[in-house]
Antibody, heavy 128, light 108 residues
Framework: EVQLVESGGVLVQPGGSLRLSCAAS????????MNWFRQAPGKGLEWVSY????????HYADSVKGRFAISRDNAKNSLYLQMNSLRGEDTAVYYC?????????????????????WGQGTLVTVSS | EIVMTQSPATLSVSPGERATLSCRAS??????LVWYQQKPGQAPRLLIY???TRATGIPARFSGSGSATEFTLTISSLQSEDFAIYYC??????????FGQGTRLEIK
Protein backbone atom coordinates (compact mmCIF):
# COMPACT_ATOMS: atom_id res chain seq x y z
CA GLU A 1 0.00 0.00 0.00
CA VAL A 2 1.34 3.39 -0.99
CA GLN A 3 1.76 5.69 2.02
CA LEU A 4 3.01 9.25 2.26
CA VAL A 5 3.37 10.81 5.69
CA GLU A 6 4.29 14.46 6.10
CA SER A 7 5.81 15.94 9.23
CA GLY A 8 7.47 19.10 10.46
CA GLY A 9 4.63 21.58 10.39
CA VAL A 10 4.64 24.00 13.33
CA LEU A 11 4.00 27.61 14.32
CA VAL A 12 6.91 29.77 13.14
CA GLN A 13 7.53 33.50 13.19
CA PRO A 14 7.67 35.58 10.01
CA GLY A 15 11.16 35.45 8.54
CA GLY A 16 11.80 32.08 10.09
CA SER A 17 12.74 28.75 8.56
CA LEU A 18 11.29 25.28 8.62
CA ARG A 19 11.95 21.92 6.98
CA LEU A 20 9.08 19.63 6.08
CA SER A 21 9.55 15.92 5.52
CA CYS A 22 7.53 13.34 3.64
CA ALA A 23 8.18 9.67 4.40
CA ALA A 24 7.25 7.34 1.56
CA SER A 25 6.51 3.63 1.67
CA UNK A 26 4.78 0.94 -0.37
CA UNK A 27 6.45 1.78 -3.68
CA UNK A 28 9.90 2.22 -5.20
CA UNK A 29 10.44 5.81 -4.13
CA UNK A 30 13.54 6.32 -6.30
CA UNK A 31 11.49 5.65 -9.47
CA UNK A 32 8.94 8.43 -9.02
CA UNK A 33 8.90 12.18 -9.31
CA MET A 34 7.39 13.97 -6.35
CA ASN A 35 5.65 17.27 -5.70
CA TRP A 36 4.67 19.55 -2.83
CA PHE A 37 1.32 21.33 -2.74
CA ARG A 38 -0.28 23.61 -0.21
CA GLN A 39 -3.73 24.81 0.77
CA ALA A 40 -4.23 27.97 2.78
CA PRO A 41 -7.12 27.88 5.29
CA GLY A 42 -10.42 27.95 3.42
CA LYS A 43 -8.67 28.31 0.05
CA GLY A 44 -7.93 26.15 -2.96
CA LEU A 45 -5.02 23.94 -3.90
CA GLU A 46 -1.69 25.45 -4.96
CA TRP A 47 1.26 23.61 -6.50
CA VAL A 48 4.53 24.50 -4.75
CA SER A 49 7.40 22.44 -6.12
CA TYR A 50 8.48 19.43 -8.19
CA UNK A 51 11.53 17.17 -8.08
CA UNK A 52 12.60 14.50 -10.53
CA UNK A 53 13.23 10.93 -9.44
CA UNK A 54 17.00 11.47 -9.23
CA UNK A 55 16.69 14.94 -7.74
CA UNK A 56 18.51 16.56 -10.62
CA UNK A 57 15.56 18.58 -11.90
CA UNK A 58 13.47 20.86 -9.70
CA HIS A 59 10.77 23.44 -10.36
CA TYR A 60 9.09 25.99 -8.12
CA ALA A 61 6.02 28.17 -8.10
CA ASP A 62 6.86 31.84 -8.50
CA SER A 63 5.40 32.49 -5.04
CA VAL A 64 8.16 30.43 -3.36
CA LYS A 65 11.06 30.68 -5.81
CA GLY A 66 14.27 31.73 -4.07
CA ARG A 67 12.85 30.97 -0.60
CA PHE A 68 11.96 27.27 -0.70
CA ALA A 69 14.13 24.30 -1.70
CA ILE A 70 12.91 20.82 -2.51
CA SER A 71 15.18 17.81 -2.08
CA ARG A 72 15.01 14.06 -1.61
CA ASP A 73 16.99 11.21 -0.13
CA ASN A 74 16.21 8.07 -2.10
CA ALA A 75 18.16 5.91 0.34
CA LYS A 76 15.80 7.07 3.11
CA ASN A 77 12.64 7.12 0.96
CA SER A 78 12.14 10.70 1.99
CA LEU A 79 11.17 14.01 0.39
CA TYR A 80 11.92 17.39 1.94
CA LEU A 81 10.90 21.02 1.63
CA GLN A 82 13.23 23.59 3.16
CA MET A 83 11.25 26.78 3.72
CA ASN A 84 13.12 30.03 4.42
CA SER A 85 12.07 33.67 4.82
CA LEU A 86 8.58 32.55 5.74
CA ARG A 87 5.66 34.95 5.35
CA GLY A 88 2.12 35.01 6.64
CA GLU A 89 0.85 34.00 3.21
CA ASP A 90 2.82 30.75 3.49
CA THR A 91 0.40 29.61 6.21
CA ALA A 92 -1.19 26.45 4.84
CA VAL A 93 -1.53 22.72 5.02
CA TYR A 94 1.35 21.28 2.99
CA TYR A 95 0.88 18.01 1.12
CA CYS A 96 3.38 15.79 -0.66
CA UNK A 97 2.11 13.81 -3.63
CA UNK A 98 3.50 11.22 -6.02
CA UNK A 99 3.29 11.57 -9.78
CA UNK A 100 1.37 9.03 -11.84
CA UNK A 101 4.22 8.37 -14.25
CA UNK A 102 4.62 4.99 -15.91
CA UNK A 103 6.47 2.92 -18.53
CA UNK A 104 4.49 1.37 -21.35
CA UNK A 105 5.12 -2.09 -22.81
CA UNK A 106 7.68 -0.64 -25.22
CA UNK A 107 9.63 0.90 -22.39
CA UNK A 108 8.58 4.46 -23.19
CA UNK A 109 8.32 6.65 -20.12
CA UNK A 110 5.41 9.02 -19.52
CA UNK A 111 5.56 11.71 -16.87
CA UNK A 112 1.98 12.31 -15.81
CA UNK A 113 1.61 15.18 -13.42
CA UNK A 114 -1.60 14.12 -11.76
CA UNK A 115 -1.87 12.67 -8.32
CA UNK A 116 -3.57 9.58 -6.96
CA UNK A 117 -1.38 9.39 -3.86
CA TRP A 118 -1.26 12.22 -1.34
CA GLY A 119 -0.12 12.49 2.24
CA GLN A 120 -2.47 13.61 5.00
CA GLY A 121 -0.87 17.05 5.14
CA THR A 122 1.05 19.02 7.77
CA LEU A 123 0.01 22.47 8.96
CA VAL A 124 2.47 25.34 8.78
CA THR A 125 1.42 28.52 10.57
CA VAL A 126 3.48 31.67 10.11
CA SER A 127 2.58 34.22 12.74
CA SER A 128 4.15 36.38 15.41
CA GLU B 1 0.58 30.04 -17.06
CA ILE B 2 -2.70 28.31 -17.85
CA VAL B 3 -5.59 29.67 -15.83
CA MET B 4 -8.32 27.21 -14.89
CA THR B 5 -11.79 28.60 -14.17
CA GLN B 6 -14.51 26.52 -12.55
CA SER B 7 -18.21 27.24 -12.48
CA PRO B 8 -20.34 27.60 -10.58
CA ALA B 9 -18.55 28.45 -7.35
CA THR B 10 -21.32 26.74 -5.39
CA LEU B 11 -23.87 24.25 -6.67
CA SER B 12 -26.92 23.24 -4.62
CA VAL B 13 -28.42 19.90 -5.64
CA SER B 14 -30.78 17.45 -3.97
CA PRO B 15 -29.68 13.86 -3.28
CA GLY B 16 -30.55 11.59 -6.19
CA GLU B 17 -30.35 14.40 -8.72
CA ARG B 18 -27.66 15.04 -11.33
CA ALA B 19 -24.85 17.52 -10.80
CA THR B 20 -22.88 19.11 -13.62
CA LEU B 21 -19.65 20.98 -12.86
CA SER B 22 -17.65 22.94 -15.42
CA CYS B 23 -13.98 23.74 -15.87
CA ARG B 24 -12.50 26.02 -18.51
CA ALA B 25 -8.83 26.40 -19.46
CA SER B 26 -7.36 29.67 -20.71
CA UNK B 27 -5.72 27.74 -23.55
CA UNK B 28 -5.93 24.19 -24.82
CA UNK B 29 -4.76 21.49 -22.41
CA UNK B 30 -5.72 18.68 -24.81
CA UNK B 31 -7.18 15.92 -22.61
CA UNK B 32 -4.62 16.42 -19.85
CA LEU B 33 -7.12 17.29 -17.18
CA VAL B 34 -8.10 15.67 -13.90
CA TRP B 35 -10.84 16.09 -11.34
CA TYR B 36 -10.42 15.75 -7.59
CA GLN B 37 -12.88 15.57 -4.72
CA GLN B 38 -11.93 17.04 -1.36
CA LYS B 39 -13.75 16.77 1.93
CA PRO B 40 -12.94 18.85 5.03
CA GLY B 41 -9.73 17.83 6.72
CA GLN B 42 -8.82 15.37 3.97
CA ALA B 43 -6.36 15.30 1.09
CA PRO B 44 -7.76 15.51 -2.43
CA ARG B 45 -9.06 12.28 -3.93
CA LEU B 46 -8.43 11.59 -7.62
CA LEU B 47 -11.70 10.96 -9.47
CA ILE B 48 -11.02 11.37 -13.19
CA TYR B 49 -7.81 11.57 -15.25
CA UNK B 50 -7.19 12.16 -18.95
CA UNK B 51 -10.44 14.14 -18.87
CA UNK B 52 -12.70 11.09 -18.93
CA THR B 53 -11.06 8.04 -17.32
CA ARG B 54 -12.28 7.08 -13.87
CA ALA B 55 -9.54 6.41 -11.34
CA THR B 56 -9.39 3.10 -9.53
CA GLY B 57 -12.31 2.54 -7.22
CA ILE B 58 -14.36 5.53 -8.36
CA PRO B 59 -18.08 4.76 -8.78
CA ALA B 60 -19.60 4.81 -12.24
CA ARG B 61 -21.89 7.70 -11.31
CA PHE B 62 -18.86 9.97 -11.78
CA SER B 63 -18.06 10.81 -15.39
CA GLY B 64 -15.84 13.33 -17.12
CA SER B 65 -15.98 14.78 -20.59
CA GLY B 66 -14.45 17.49 -22.73
CA SER B 67 -11.19 18.40 -24.38
CA ALA B 68 -9.08 21.42 -25.28
CA THR B 69 -10.55 24.21 -23.12
CA GLU B 70 -13.97 22.99 -21.95
CA PHE B 71 -14.49 20.17 -19.48
CA THR B 72 -17.37 18.78 -17.45
CA LEU B 73 -17.67 16.54 -14.42
CA THR B 74 -21.08 14.89 -14.08
CA ILE B 75 -22.36 13.05 -11.03
CA SER B 76 -25.40 11.17 -12.24
CA SER B 77 -27.28 10.54 -8.99
CA LEU B 78 -25.93 12.33 -5.98
CA GLN B 79 -25.26 10.35 -2.84
CA SER B 80 -24.79 11.92 0.58
CA GLU B 81 -21.04 11.25 0.47
CA ASP B 82 -20.65 13.23 -2.76
CA PHE B 83 -21.20 16.61 -1.13
CA ALA B 84 -17.73 18.10 -1.12
CA ILE B 85 -15.48 20.50 -3.02
CA TYR B 86 -14.37 19.54 -6.52
CA TYR B 87 -11.23 20.79 -8.24
CA CYS B 88 -10.00 20.48 -11.80
CA UNK B 89 -6.26 20.49 -12.57
CA UNK B 90 -4.37 20.63 -15.87
CA UNK B 91 -1.11 18.84 -16.52
CA UNK B 92 -0.56 19.68 -20.16
CA UNK B 93 1.62 22.73 -19.66
CA UNK B 94 3.76 22.86 -16.56
CA UNK B 95 5.35 24.27 -14.55
CA UNK B 96 3.26 25.51 -13.02
CA UNK B 97 0.63 22.85 -12.42
CA UNK B 98 -2.60 24.80 -12.08
CA PHE B 99 -5.94 24.16 -10.43
CA GLY B 100 -9.35 25.68 -10.72
CA GLN B 101 -10.62 27.55 -7.68
CA GLY B 102 -13.06 24.76 -6.85
CA THR B 103 -16.81 24.14 -6.91
CA ARG B 104 -18.55 23.52 -3.61
CA LEU B 105 -21.32 20.96 -4.06
CA GLU B 106 -23.87 21.37 -1.29
CA ILE B 107 -27.12 19.72 -0.32
CA LYS B 108 -30.21 21.55 -1.49
Amino acid sequence: EVQLVESGGVLVQPGGSLRLSCAASGFTFSSYEMNWFRQAPGKGLEWVSYISSSGSIVHYADSVKGRFAISRDNAKNSLYLQMNSLRGEDTAVYYCARTSSYHDSSGNYYLRQYFQYWGQGTLVTVSS
Amino acid sequence: EIVMTQSPATLSVSPGERATLSCRASQSVSSNLVWYQQKPGQAPRLLIYDASTRATGIPARFSGSGSATEFTLTISSLQSEDFAIYYCQQYNHWPPITFGQGTRLEIK
